[in-house]
């Protein structure tokens, strides 16, 4: 039986070393296995709360930090598998957990989480982290948020509260005032679905006029995508893999511009 156990997980490893980073998010399988991959750190914030989150590191060190924030199902094992592929991209990758361990599996648990999410805490989860990563010993001092959905919305509160390089926001909630905008620190990628019907036109087209009013127009980038909400989530039914590896490959060639460059 150990035996039969050692030899799968040989298979799995092997697969998981020779898959697409779209493969391997598609395969719960795989996705387990390289969310394994990843190590738990934990920190004590200021308030007295510890917090815990998915840690992968680079060959090359040092290397710049990128914290990753989740959808509203929690830290998945989708994120922390996501959180290895950025470190095999040549950064220091941190996803974080902003509903304290819990995970949802239906739409409902996922809506109920979301909503007990205390919005000062938060912010002080995030802010926190951001600091860790920047006085972290691998880290190279430059820093970015990246978000999917909740996670997005929080990609871009956590560049409002604490000093970023970069952000990234994948159809999350966006800021309609110019002022708290006025934070920014680093240019802002968003990406978004033609067919969603939340995070739709009216709420981005707000947005950018926020951030002309704020001066930082020439900071943001909007790329648009013929798909709907949650389009980069190979688990759900509205994933579209052409444009989940554009909007990959956009973010990598944005980070590595406003971090490596």
């Avoid at 997980?9 to 996705?31: C, Q």
């Avoid at 934990?42 to 992968?56: D, E, K, Y």
């Avoid at 060190?61 to 989740?70: C, D, E």
């Amino acid at each position: 039986m150990l035996d039969d156990l050692q030899l799968d997980r040989r298979v799995v490893l092997k697969g998981l070393a020779s898959a697409s980073f779209a493969a391997v998010l598609a395969d719960p399988i795989l996705a387990r296995a390289a969310a394994d991959s990843t190590e738990t750190v934990s920190l004590t914030l200021p308030s007295g709360r510890t917090v815990s989150a998915a840690l992968a590191l680079p060959e090359t060190l040092p290397a710049p930090t990128v914290m990753l924030i989740h959808e509203w199902w929690g830290l998945n094992d989708q994120i922390r598998a996501t959180a290895r592929e950025f470190a095999r991209e040549g950064y220091v990758a941190l996803a974080i957990d902003l509903m304290g361990g819990s995970v949802a599996t239906t739409p409902e648990q996922a809506r109920a989480q979301t909503q007990a999410v205390d919005g000062g805490e938060a912010t002080e989860t995030c802010t926190a982290w951001m600091d860790w990563l920047r006085k972290h010993e691998h880290g190279s001092g430059k820093l970015a948020t990246v978000g999917w959905c909740f996670g997005g919305g929080w990609s871009l509160n956590a560049s409002l509260a604490a000093p970023a390089d970069a952000t990234v926001i994948y159809y999350g909630r966006l800021v309609q005032e110019p002022g708290p905008l006025e934070a920014l620190a680093g240019p802002v990628l968003g990406h978004f679905g033609t067919r969603d019907q939340y995070i739709n036109a009216d709420m981005v087209g707000g947005f950018e006029r926020a951030m002309a009013a704020a001066d930082k127009a020439d900071s943001l980038t909007v790329h648009w995508y013929e798909a709907d909400h949650a389009f980069a989530n190979p688990s759900g039914g509205r994933y579209d893999e052409e444009d989940a590896e554009l909007a990959w490959a956009r973010t990598l060639a944005f980070f590595a511009e406003t971090l490596k460059g």
